[in-house]
C-alpha cells in the first residue's frame, strides 16, 4: 500500500514555520522533550506473531570495512536530555566504525513527521530518522527492506525483544519496516503531599478506575490544604492516549483491520461506558474541562494530585525539578490491564543501496541491548529488550526508584497501535470528542459517533 496522504500532510506543513529547521549538527536543543506519541490504534496480538517476509529484495551482506567512510544524514525528533543521549551515543557509533554522521534535530514529534512527508515528494529525506509513526513512512512507501534484513541478517535479536514493541514497528501486518527505540507508556504519577493530606494510603493503590474515582473524591475534600484556586484531583497531557488504553480496558477494540480495509468502531457500548466514566471526572469536579494542555504544568506547580504522562518523565522529573515527593503507581483499569505502548521508532529511508549497510549497522548499534538499555536509563524510555530486565543496571534503576518499577511491570499488558494513514485524523477526532463531551456539548454516545464518521469519511475519500 502506497503512503496516500502526503500531499495532504505537505499542505498543512507550509503552514509550519519550522518546516526546514532544525540545524545540522551534534548540538542538541535544550528545550522540553516532545510528549510521547499521540496515534491511533486497533490493538495487536502480542503473542509474538511473525510477520509476512518483505517484499523487497535483500542486499548481500556486507563486512564492517565496507561501512567506513559512509555518510549518513539522520534526523532524530527528541530533545532535552533524550536527545544528549542519542548523539552520545551516536558519536560513539561513527567513532568505531568510521561512518560519518550528519545530525539534526527535526522538531518535536508533528514536526519531523511533517518534514519527512515533505523530504519524500522532493527525495531529500534523510537516510536515517528516530521518529514516531515510523512505519508510514516506509511500510506506507511499500518499504520492507528491514523486515529482509531481520532475515538475513543476525545484527538484531528480534527473539530478545518485547513482542508489542516488535508489533509496534509492523504496517498493516504487512511485515517490519522500522526498529523500537524510546518507546514509552503511560504512567499515573501522584503528589505524595497531597495525597498524604488527604489521608490516603498508598501502599494498596486503586487498582480500577471506580476505586481510583472513591481515591479522587477523598482527595478534593482535603487535599488541597493551600485552598489553591482551580485544584483538581486528575488529568492528563495526553487525553487521546490514555482514551484509547480506557478502551481497551473496556473491551473495545478501536478499528477493524480486514485485510487492509479499516473501520474505526470506537463508538460502541462499551466505549460509550468509558466516555461516561470520562464525563463523570468533570461532572464531579475532578479533573477540568478541556485543560489537558496545562495537566503538567498544574501537577508540577502543586496544583493536581494526579496525572497519566509518558514513561520518559521518569528521567526529567527528578528530587531537583519537582517540589514535592513524586510517586508513581500502575495504571487503573475497567476490567483488564491494557496499555498502549508510544514512543519513537528508527527508520531507514536512504533510497540509496550503497549506504543501506550502513544504516542498518546504525540501527542495530543504537538498538543493542548494552546500547538501548543505557538510553532507556538515561531517558525514562522503556528497555526494548527482555533480557534487559536481567541486567545489573537495570535491577538497581528498579531497585532505587519505583517509578521504574511500575513502568516495567506495565510491559506484561502493553499492546501496539496498529498504522494506518489516517491514524492522525482518529487522534484529532478523539480529542475533539472529548474535548466536547467534557463541555456537555453532546452525549457519549453523539461525540462518538461524529468522530467515527468523520475517520471513516477521510478513509472512503483516499
Known amino acids: 500500500m502506497k503512503l496516500k496522504k502526503i500531499p495532504a500532510i505537505l499542505l498543512a506543513a507550509l503552514m509550519v514555520v519550522s518546516l526546514l529547521g532544525g540545524c545540522v549538527s551534534s548540538y542538541v536543543d535544550k528545550t522540553t522533550e516532545a510528549p510521547a506519541p499521540q496515534t491511533t490504534e486497533a490493538p495487536k496480538p502480542t503473542e509474538g506473531t511473525s510477520a509476512e517476509p518483505g517484499t523487497t529484495e535483500a542486499p548481500a551482506p556486507a563486512t564492517e570495512a565496507d561501512i567506513s567512510g559512509t555518510k549518513l544524514v539522520v534526523w532524530y525528533a527528541v530533545s532535552g536530555t533524550s536527545g544528549d543521549l542519542f548523539n552520545k551515543l551516536s558519536e560513539k557509533f561513527a567513532k ?6 550528519e545530525l539534526s ?3 518535536g514529534s508533528g514536526d519531523t513527521a511533517t518534514k519527512v512527508s515533505a523530504a519524500l515528494l522532493t527525495q531529500t529525506q534523510p537516510d ?8 508510514l513512512y516506509t511500510g506506507g512507501e511499500g518499504d520492507f527492506r528491514i523486515a529482509d534484513l531481520l532475515k538475513t541478517t543476525n545484527d538484531f535479536d528480534q527473539a530478545d525483544v518485547f513482542e508489542g514493541m516488535m508489533d509496534y514497528c509492523d504496517y498493516m501486518n504487512e511485515g517490519f519496516c522500522a526498529i523500537p527505540c524510546g518507546i514509552s507508556t503511560q504512567v499515573m504519577y501522584y503528589n505524595k503531599d497531597i495525597l ?6 498508598m501502599t494498596n493503590p486503586p487498582k480500577t478506575w471506580a476505586e481510583f474515582y ?4 477523598k482527595v478534593m475534600e482535603k487535599g488541597n490544604t493551600s485552598g489553591a484556586e482551580g485544584f483538581k484531583a486528575f488529568d492528563t497531557n495526553d487525553e487521546a492516549w490514555l482514551f484509547k488504553s480506557m478502551l481497551m480496558q473496556n473491551g473495545c477494540e478501536i478499528i477493524e483491520n480486514d485485510n487492509g480495509e479499516i473501520t474505526p468502531i470506537f463508538n460502541n457500548e462499551k466505549a460509550v461506558e468509558v466516555g461516561d466514566y470520562w464525563k463523570s471526572l468533570v461532572d464531579a469536579g475532578y479533573m477540568s474541562a478541556a485543560q489537558h494542555s496545562n495537566a503538567e504544568k498544574a501537577f508540577l506547580g502543586g496544583n493536581l494530585a494526579f496525572i497519566a504522562a509518558s514513561s520518559n518523565r521518569i528521567s526529567r522529573w527528578t528530587a531537583d525539578s519537582v517540589p514535592f515527593e ?8 475497567f476490567t483488564q490491564p491494557s496499555l ?7 527508520v531507514i529511508l536512504t533510497k540509496d543501496e550503497s ?3 550502513a544504516a542498518w549497522k546504525y540501527v542495530t548499534y543504537l538498538t543493542n541491548a548494552e546500547n538501548n538499555t543505557e538510553f532507556a536509563l538515561g531517558t525514562g524510555y522503556l528497555p526494548i529488550h527482555k533480557s534487559a530486565m536481567e541486567r545489573k543496571e537495570v535491577k538497581d534503576a528498579i531497585a532505587a526508584n519505583e517509578m521504574y518499577t511500575v513502568a516495567f511491570n506495565q510491559l506484561s499488558y502493553t499492546w501496539a497501535y496498529t498504522h494506518f494513514q489516517e491514524m492522525g485524523t482518529m487522534d484529532t477526532q478523539i480529542k475533539s470528542a472529548l474535548g466536547k463531551l467534557e463541555k456537555g456539548r453532546g452525549t457519549s454516545q453523539e461525540v462518538l459517533d461524529k468522530a467515527v464518521k468523520e475517520v471513516q469519511d477521510e478513509i472512503n475519500d483516499k
Do not use: R
Request: no cysteine; proline share 4%.
Open 128 to 135: 536515517v530518522a528516530l521518529m514516531y509513526a515510523g512505519p
Open 355 to 357: 549506504k543501506l549497510q
Open 340 to 346: 498502549a505502548l508510544g514512543g519513537n521508532v528508527l
Open 196 to 201: 498524604k493530606a488527604a489521608g490516603v494510603d
Open 326 to 333: 513524586l510517586g508513581a503507581i500502575e495504571m487503573p483499569y
Open 105 to 107: 534535530y527535526s522538531g
Open 214 to 217: 472513591d481515591v479522587l473524591g
Open 96 to 101: 568505531e566504525t568510521g561512518v560519518e554522521l
